[in-house]
Structure formats: C-alpha cells, structure tokens
C-alpha cells in the first residue's frame, strides 16, 4: 500500500505530468462507461485519472482520505469534477453511480461491497498484472492484489466478467542524481542495501536532454480491466 508523503506525491506527480499515462488509461475505461455517466473514482489519490476521465463523463466524484495527495487535485479541478475527501465507506451520494472505477484499490470484497451499494451500471477494476515490485533493486514478489489474483475471485464468486490486458508506459523522471538516489531510497524493500548510491542504480537510468529531468527510469505497466455490472454482485 502506497503512503503518501511529500517524496511520494512529488515523485508520483512527476510521473504524471511527463507522460501520457492517465490520458491512455481514460480512454480504454471511457470505452466501458454509458454515454453521459456519473461515475465514481474511489481511492483517486492524486486525481489524475479523476481528470483524464472528466471529457468523458457528465460527472465524476473522486474519493480518497489522503489530504495531502488530494491538494494536487484541488489545485487544477475540472468543472465536472467533485472532490470527496473521507473514507470511501463514508460517502453517502444523492443517487447512484452510473459506474465505479477501482483504480489500484486494493481489496475485492471491499471493492464488491461499494460497488453494490452505490453502483446501478458498470464496475471496472485495474489491477497490476506485474509480478515484482517495479522500482526495486532486488526481485521483491507482490504477493496480493494482482489481475490473476482478482479474476480468481470474480471466478469463485461467479461473477461474469470481461478482462482486457494492456501495457502503458509510466516511468519516472528524475530530477538530478540526487533526486534518483533519493526515488530508490524512498521506494526501498526489505532486501535491498540500507545505503542506496547513484553507482547501484545507474544502470537503470537514461540520461536525457531535458534540462528539468536530465535521468528517466523507463517502466512499463502491464495491467488488467476488468469489467461487470454491479447487478451480478450476490
């Protein structure tokens, strides 16, 4: 589970705003939603994808309890935006969501549980379909919340499902040296040396003519959508 700090909301706005990651994950969702949805973004974290969705949608409300990765959204809203901050389990809207969108979010039954209570359309649920933690120096294994993981569920559950695999690119971009060192030391696992240098993680780096982010650690995300209605949920 990601926790958000200064390091971690810098890093991951960076991410961001060099890409076109969030744009390319909207449009695949936006293929799923009804025409003229009011959707829900639950656990939105820095709103990117809540933004990305807002052309394609009459409405979104974009839910988290982290203040602090919630002020990057509310400093560039959309109009049809709406931000809730609070537990998800909290939000209480006037009627229900044409669609739900579980981006990273963790537990499935949590996740069949909201989508019961506020959803009369479309569930989509993006799961990682990576096996080890991406910014690792070592070969950590994920042992939970993957896309083989959660169609094993909808399976078990009997729910009827459809699953799209697709890879988007999201590295990092690095602001200087120090700013790499700092990433991977941020992002650290249990294996690795307690003293990360720029020497151990050179070679994972390309340099770059952009003056701002003169290192970039490519990445790609290999991910899962799953897609059902929230009327087969028992």
């Not at 971009?173 to 307690?194: H, I, Q, W």
């Amino acid at each position: 589970m990601l926790i958000w700090t200064p390091d971690t909301v810098r890093f991951q706005k960076d991410a961001a705003e060099y890409g076109s990651y969030h744009q390319s994950l909207a449009a695949h969702v936006a293929a799923y939603l009804p025409p003229d949805a009011r959707i829900c973004d639950a656990g939105c974290g820095l709103g990117f994808l809540s933004r990305a969705l807002a052309p394609h949608c009459a409405h979104v409300t974009a839910v988290d309890s982290e203040p602090l990765a919630l002020d990057v959204l509310r400093k560039d809203t959309p109009e049809n935006v709406e931000v809730f901050e609070g537990d998800v389990f909290m939000l209480s809207p006037d009627k229900h969501f044409d669609a739900m969108v579980f981006c990273f979010f963790g537990n499935m039954e949590e996740t069949l549980l909201l989508a019961k209570k506020h959803c009369r359309g479309k569930v989509i649920v993006i799961k990682r379909s990576w096996s080890h933690h991406r910014f690792s120096l070592s070969q950590e294994p994920l042992q939970k919340y993957t896309s083989d993981e959660t169609e094993q569920f909808l399976r078990t559950r009997g729910i009827s499902f459809t699953r799209e695999n697709l890879t988007l690119d999201m590295g990092q971009p690095l602001r200087s040296k120090e700013d790499a060192v700092r990433f991977f030391t941020v992002y650290n696992r249990g294996n690795e040396p307690s003293v990360i240098s720029f020497k151990n993680i050179e070679g994972r780096l390309q340099k770059t003519d952009d003056p701002v982010f003169p290192y970039y650690l490519p990445q790609e995300k290999p991910l899962g959508i799953f897609s059902f209605d929230a009327a087969d949920i028992q």
